[in-house]
């Protein structure tokens, strides 16, 4: 049960400016859950790390394990742990936004080799393993473990793709067989024939099973088929045509087609509507040939897509940032590692989704002049209010009274609070964990939350 008591130790957990000695007061007497605050966060003291890596509960060093703060050397040593568990996270990627420092190659051997599939499956999923570590995982004794190699290895290697054509277990088989495709054709056929979309849009096809699946009965297959870059173009004309909407929307999206062909196809996309792009396009965000041909479309998906690539240079940037579809300029705010700063105000000002404020932290983000906002209608304007170097502490503190339950907590972790007016915030129950989060809060108020539940 949450009381105001708990979310005050849950908050003074996450405190950056909490010493270590009370940070070890949580980790030792407090219930598991304050644990989760304590270590996932960054700027945890290394003394703290150090003794959750040695706790006796799993759960507190499968945290450690977890979070890509921890000290890289610190994770190494927790893949020995006796519990699989703990080893499990350590095999898994950290779950942070930024990267996190790999694991030692001697290490991923370990895990590789580690007697438990299950942390051995885990491991598959790591971005930085090395390529003799994941000809490894495709040997594996378990099948849901040489699986997960081939599906996550970018490009695996012909011999060892081979070699899964033999494998015992049919799920490997039809994989290998996928893999192998483009320099085995006698293989399409069967994976074709099992109808699956992702099969249908992206195999080679010879003339007569494009034509078969282009008078398939299911839409969603005929729209499968449409989006296939090797389908002839005389039966993209025929799809173009399609009765079905689905369909003519995937031969809208194809790349060769000009901009007076897909004008001439009946198809429409609406600003709430969503529209995934091709199988094959991820394998092509860095060909900007064809992002620009994308980007300087009229065809609002197409300029979806290329808003979706990193690699977009400053102009085209410039263009999509002015797109009258929110969409495109809402991810290409998301995408790209350079956004204008204007950019991502105005989609955390304009967005109606949960994540309109996921890029506010970014550098590009324009913080000084954000004042103007604090008497704004929409709370999480006056929110971002608080981002602004140059408010004043009394504009802090009236918005720490704000009648939005979110504002007074944004103003609660505000360093620039005045301390009686932070000490008041502790009673606040929508509010008391962020005051008890703030680093400006005196030490003997952050004892006194520890003695209020009785760990001091």
Known sequence: ???????????LAANPAAPADLLLLILERAEPRMRNALLRRAGVPDAVYEAAARHPDPRTRRLVATT???????????????????RRAVASAPEQWEPAMPLPRDVLARLAADPDSRVRDALCDNAALPDGVRAALAADPDAKVRMGALLTWPEPPDEVVDAALEDADPAVRRLAMRLACHRRPEFAAPLLATGQASAVSTLPLDDEQARE????????????VAANPHLPPGLVEVLAA????????????????????????????GPNDRVHPPEWFWTRLDDLVLMRRYATSAHVALRRFAAYSPHLPADLVALLAGDEDFVVRMLLSECHPDPPGDLLLAVALESP??????????PNFPCAG???????????????????????AGAVERLSRDGDPGVRAAAARDARLPVARLL???????AAGSAARNPGLPEASMKRILYD????
């Open 370 to 392: 954000l004042a103007r906002l604090a008497c704004a209608d929409d709370p999480v304007a006056r929110t971002l209010a608080l981002r602004d170097p140059g408010l004043g």
């Open 353 to 362: 989704f949960i994540t309109r404020l996921d890029r506010v932290g970014h």
């Open 424 to 430: 008041e915030l502790l009673d606040d129950p929508e």
């Open 213 to 224: 699946l282009c008078r398939h009965d299911r839409p969603a297959t005929r729209a499968a």
């Open 68 to 86: 890509g703060h921890a000290p890289v050397a610190l994770r190494a040593r927790l893949a020995d742990d006796p519990d699989p568990v703990v």
């Open 1 to 11: 049960m949450r009381t105001l008591y708990s979310v005050r130790l849950e908050g």
């Open 242 to 269: 399609d009765p079905e909407h689905e369909v003519r929307l995937a031969v809208s999206l194809r790349p060769e087609l000009t901009e007076e062909q897909r004008a001439a196809i009946d198809y429409h996309v």
């Open 453 to 456: 539940v009785a760990i001091i």
